[in-house]
T-cell receptor
Framework: DGGITQSPKYLFRKEGQNVTLSCEQNLNHDAMYWYRQDPGQGLRLIYYSQIVNDFQKGDIAEGYSVSREKKESFPLTVTSAQKNPTAFYLC?????????????FGSGTQLSVL | GQSLEQPSEVTAVEGAIVQINCTYQTSGFYGLSWYQQHDGGAPTFLSYNALDGLEETGRFSSFLSRSDSYGYLLLQELQMKDSASYFCAVRVGGGSYIPTFGRGTSLIVHP
């Protein structure tokens, strides 16, 4: 079955530590996205990528980094510069050019600070 | 930039009809989407409107008025499983889809 997989489901970060969230898709989608979700805040865009080896900052990119070395993979690193990392992180993908360009989401990673 | 406004919470009873509104301010508007998210789960796509009018998909319908920068999601014959958060999202820009989401509406369905 095609889909988008995020891991781990739960992640704990110590002070000053960088952590990486995994996102893999086998839908052959061109575009991939990372969103952060806080209670009552909706989904806020962190980074997005529309092609391999290229990515763009979203609205809240500070303290995060990404890479897109393969079409299938778009990992997100939460760096120690992100002072309030506790949130639910959602990865999504879409096929550019479709009429509705709907997003397919992974099941999310809940990141907490120890 | 873009902004979207939707109510934070709506409550209804089983079997009823409920409407969730979304108003937006954006440049380069292309279309309005709706997503459903159950607590702790992944958002799933419900509908997309690029043109004015009503789109119907089973118990769910979505409406768009581009001149009013307004849309709504209509849920009929409500079921307990419809209790979830509902997000509107706008598509902006040309050639690339940069999705911007509203804060979401929590729908609570009572028996």
């Amino acid at each position: 079955d095609g889909g988008i997989t995020q891991s781990p489901k739960y992640l704990f970060r110590k002070e000053g530590q960088n952590v990486t969230l995994s996102c893999e898709q086998n839908l052959n989608h061109d575009a991939m996205y990372w969103y952060r979700q806080d209670p009552g805040q909706g989904l806020r865009l962190i980074y997005y990528s529309q092609i391999v080896n290229d990515f763009q900052k979203g609205d809240i990119a500070e303290g995060y980094s990404v890479s897109r070395e393969k079409k299938e993979s778009f990992p997100l690193t939460v760096t120690s510069a992100q002072k309030n990392p506790t949130a639910f992180y959602l990865c999504a993908s879409s096929k550019i050019g479709e009429a509705n360009e709907k997003l397919f989401f992974g099941s999310g990673t809940q990141l907490s600070v120890l | 930039g873009q902004s979207l406004e939707q109510p934070s919470e709506v409550t209804a009873v089983e079997g009823a009809i409920v409407q969730i509104n979304c108003t937006y301010q954006t440049s380069g508007f292309y279309g309005l989407s709706w997503y459903q998210q159950h607590d702790g789960g992944a958002p799933t796509f419900l509908s997309y409107n690029a043109l004015d009018g009503l789109e119907e998909t089973g118990r769910f319908s979505s409406f768009l008025s581009r001149s009013d920068s307004y849309g709504y999601l209509l849920l009929q014959e409500l079921q307990m499983k419809d209790s979830a958060s509902y997000f509107c999202a706008v598509r902006v820009g040309g050639g690339s889809y940069i999705p911007t989401f509203g804060r979401g509406t929590s729908l609570i369905v009572h028996p």
